[in-house]
């Protein structure tokens, strides 16, 4: 989930829900609650294969793989079938507006030590526990009613997912058919 993660924290600084000295954090060894990005849209975009060529390219037994003769068919391919999939994907599900309205409830931390960026200046953590029920009880709280007010925007868009079912249905009868064609060139 580093990807994901990643996304998570740059999106949680941007918006100013958590310093940004905390993206650093991020990369160490401690253990954090940090945001996890949905996986929709999610995407290897381009393969190196630099070290490969080099090592293996012109040694007598491989070829060099070259992707730019076929550029052009793979960002016609990205656009038409996977954005198109992603983009249909999010506008059925939400997936990403219903997790932005959750992200202001990470804490970002772990342990029983609330972080000053957490306190408000008259708050001052109870003996023991610092506050980390009370803070958590909360944050939960706050994520079960987005959630449920997320869900309530969801629900509210299934006529337009209807709406977009057809078509849903014709990118994937065009990706299987592509898929065929594929198979039937490499036999």
Do not use: C
């Given at each position: 989930?580093?990807?994901?993660?990643?996304?998570?924290?740059?999106?949680?600084?941007?918006?100013?829900?958590?310093?940004?000295?905390?993206?650093?954090?991020?990369?160490?060894?401690?253990?954090?609650?940090?945001?996890?990005?949905?996986?929709?849209?999610?995407?290897?975009?381009?393969?190196?294969?630099?070290?490969?060529?080099?090592?293996?390219?012109?040694?007598?037994?491989?070829?060099?793989?070259?992707?730019?003769?076929?550029?052009?068919?793979?960002?016609?391919?990205?656009?038409?079938?996977?954005?198109?999939?992603?983009?249909?994907?999010?506008?059925?599900?939400?997936?990403?507006?219903?997790?932005?309205?959750?992200?202001?409830?990470?804490?970002?931390?772990?342990?029983?030590?609330?972080?000053?960026?957490?306190?408000?200046?008259?708050?001052?953590?109870?003996?023991?526990?610092?506050?980390?029920?009370?803070?958590?009880?909360?944050?939960?709280?706050?994520?079960?009613?987005?959630?449920?007010?997320?869900?309530?925007?969801?629900?509210?868009?299934?006529?337009?997912?209807?709406?977009?079912?057809?078509?849903?249905?014709?990118v994937t009868e065009k990706v299987d058919?592509?898929?065929?064609?594929?198979?039937?060139?490499?036999?």
């Amino acid at each position: 989930h580093q990807i994901r993660k990643t996304v998570g924290m740059t999106i949680a600084v941007l918006r100013n829900i958590t310093p940004e000295g905390y993206f650093e954090r991020s990369w160490t060894e401690e253990r954090l609650d940090l945001p996890l990005a949905p996986g929709l849209g999610l995407v290897l975009g381009e393969v190196r294969v630099d070290r490969y060529n080099i090592k293996f390219g012109d040694n007598g037994f491989h070829k060099p793989i070259v992707w730019e003769p076929y550029e052009e068919k793979v960002n016609e391919f990205k656009k038409r079938v996977i954005y198109s999939n992603i983009f249909a994907k999010e506008k059925r599900e939400s997936s990403m507006f219903i997790w932005l309205q959750t992200l202001k409830n990470h804490t970002f931390y772990t342990g029983n030590v609330i972080p000053t960026i957490l306190q408000t200046p008259s708050e001052k953590p109870a003996e023991g526990d610092n506050g980390v029920v009370e803070k958590v009880t909360e944050a939960v709280s706050n994520v079960e009613k987005e959630v449920t007010e997320g869900v309530s925007v969801v629900e509210k868009g299934v006529s337009d997912v209807e709406k977009t079912g057809e078509e849903d249905k014709k990118v994937t009868e065009k990706v299987d058919s592509i898929d065929n064609a594929a198979s039937l060139d490499s036999t």
